[in-house]
């Protein structure tokens, strides 16, 4: 069997949101599961549209997710000879032809169409003229006469059949002499020896027309999966107005990679009942049978879940080299990698966003923290002081080292003062963190030490007085 070819080919028009890089990874997924190729490539045809910016950040964004290409990036701008040349030949061979029809023209032979309730198309002008290529003139492919019918085998939705009116004698090079996307896609995967196209469902209106092409040109074209795309809760197809964003700005809302691609995998594929997979295991088990053929909704919630789920499971260390970026305001260089590792353990738990657990443990980063007003108010009260000036003297004759026994020592103070362990905790918890939320209070009284505590404890006085 020869190597299985996929790629994908994002226009670079806009960042990569979540339609895209779903298209993304399952081509990925299937050019990895079969030992293939993923290819790269931007079709950035369309020069008003297409920017620079937005190929950085959709090489970034795949970057990001994991999601390494085996060629490329090409860019079709870059390949205009191509076209040309493979123009120039349908051209020789008779399947293409040139057009001198205006715009205008067309456009007024359009309308007339629409009015008289028919399907616009090339009304054939130019078909038998035999004008030989000229500034002005377009190319336009010669749909055989003989056609009845379009025919192709979707993997996934099988055959699809098209009446031959479907395809009119459509343009390959515009006047400028730049190709239509279909003449470039054809092209393209042509000559990059791609085997599968994977792509959204909207191509499939498209699909006829490419397969004319590859006919035209002698050329076995390659294996389509019109994967269905993917909508918003309320059924429309996706976009900001359901809150789905770009997949960095996912990446600055604090979403690991791990849980968006996971997320991605999920809208509209399954393996069992299975929700979570690495991408590793997602090579493993990707198959194009186990894609559903109903759209997938895009569900927010689902996809937060995920992420508290994968900042929960992963380890600390892969944790920390994705959280560092929103630490930067914290001087996280006085402290180790291994405390750094260790205050997160009791965070993961708690937070479903890297930027919520930034958050969360900010008070082991800095040394002078600010106590909320609403919690101070609180929790701080002349009633709790005499037992806050005794903890200060015991400090030294705590365990420090040991979470139970902290905790015995602490409900051994506050029974001795009869107070609620759950009083003296909160005004503690709110002395060392600021916040009446926080880990664990004796996880976090071992982790900031001794000389930390007594300094805090110290300054809750302070308030108190
Ligand atoms: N540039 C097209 C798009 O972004 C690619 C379509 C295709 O996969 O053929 O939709």
Redesign the pocket.
Known sequence: MSEIVTRF???PTGHLHLG?ARTALFNFLFARHNRGKFILRF?DTDKERSKEEYVDSIIEALNWLGLHWDEGPYFQSKRLEIYEEYAKRLYSEGKAYYCECSKEELEAKRKAQLERGIKPHYDGTCREKGLPPGSGRALRIKIPEEITEIVFEDLLRGKIVFPPDEVDDFILLRSDGTPT?QFA?VIDDLTMGVTH?I??DD?IS?TPKQLMIYQALGAKPPQFAHIPMVLGPDGARLSKRHGARSILEYREEGYLPQAVLNYLARLGWGYGDQEYFNLKELIEKFDLSRVNLSPARFDPEKMLAFNAYWIKTLDSSEILKHLKPFLKSYPIEKYSEEYLKTILEGVKPRVKTLKEMAEMIDFYLLEEIELDEKAKEKYLTPKIKSLLERLIIDLDSLSFDDEKKLEEEFRALAEESGVKLKDLAQAVRVALTGKTISPPLFEVIKNLGKERVRIRLKKALEFIN
């Open positions: 080919p994002p226009s895209g079709e996307y896609v196209v792509r959204g191509h498209n």
